[in-house]
């Protein structure tokens, strides 16, 4: 089915451990985005990239980096694991032109990360 | 300043009744877009419905409308015949200026409980 692909589904980290969030779409999207979900606090932009090739920060990219790999895939890299990213994570993506799709973004199915 | 405030953390609605999901938002940009999302326990992130800045009519789909107030910068989400299948989390969220290096910026949301 066409979509957005994020894996994994489910991670537990160790405080200090680093990890890598896949994310991958098939919609020939130009832009994609990292969210983070926290309780109470809805979803936040982390990082995202307008076109293959370009990234920008969100408004809570303390801790992570990312990478636009190719048109499909944007990766969400976590160096040095804190227990503050304990979180749900979700990679997005939409099909802008010039202008904002009306359509609204097409979500992965996210991501659980625990770090103890 | 919050760009999107939904002011209820929760709401209680019974079956077949219509309900108010209550969003404001604050820019400057003359030119944006307000959608709203569905969050069902599950936790997928599901689009329902979209208002662009310069409709002169309210979005409908379905049972989802949008009233849009523009002068109050309001853009309340109107359920009609509520289901039980309606129970989830929503969110509002509002997209600035027509280029694509901008994102979606979400409020905190509002938990919908719908009983029979």
């Known amino acids: 089915n066409a979509g957005v692909t994020q894996t994994p589904k489910f991670q537990v980290l160790k405080t200090g451990q680093s990890m890598t969030l896949q994310c991958a779409q098939d919609?020939?999207?130009?832009?994609m985005y990292w969210y983070r979900q926290d309780p109470g606090m809805g979803l936040r932009l982390i990082y995202y990239?307008?076109?293959?090739?370009?990234?920008d920060k969100g408004e809570v990219p303390n801790g992570y980096n990312v990478s636009r790999l190719n048109k499909r895939e944007f990766s969400l890299r976590l160096e040095s694991a804190a227990p503050s990213q304990t979180s749900v994570y979700f990679c997005?993506?939409?099909?802008?032109?010039?202008?904002?799709?009306?359509?609204?973004?097409?979500f992965g199915s996210g991501t659980r990360l625990t770090v103890v | 300043a919050q760009k999107i405030t939904q002011t209820q953390p929760g709401m209680f609605v019974q079956e077949k009744e219509a309900v108010t999901l209550d969003c404001t938002y604050d820019?400057?940009?003359?030119?944006?877009?307000l959608f709203w999302y569905k969050q069902p326990s599950s936790g997928e992130m599901i689009f329902l419905i979209y208002?662009?800045?310069?409709?002169?009519q309210n979005a409908t789909e379905g049972r989802y409308s949008l009233n849009f107030q523009k002068a109050r910068k309001s853009a309340n989400l109107v359920i009609s015949a509520s289901q039980l299948g309606d129970s989830a989390m929503y969110f509002c969220?509002?997209?600035?200026?027509?280029?694509?290096?901008?994102?979606?910026?979400f409020g905190k949301g509002t938990t919908l409980s719908v009983s029979s």
């Open positions: 997005a993506s939409s099909e802008d032109q010039g202008r904002f799709s009306t359509t609204g973004y097409t």
């Open positions: 919609m020939n999207h130009n832009s």
């Open positions: 990239s307008a076109s293959e090739g370009t990234t």
């Open positions: 820019t400057s940009d003359p030119s944006y877009g």
């Open positions: 208002q662009g800045s310069y409709d002169q």
């Open positions: 969220a509002m997209r600035e200026a027509n280029q694509a290096g901008t994102a979606l910026i």
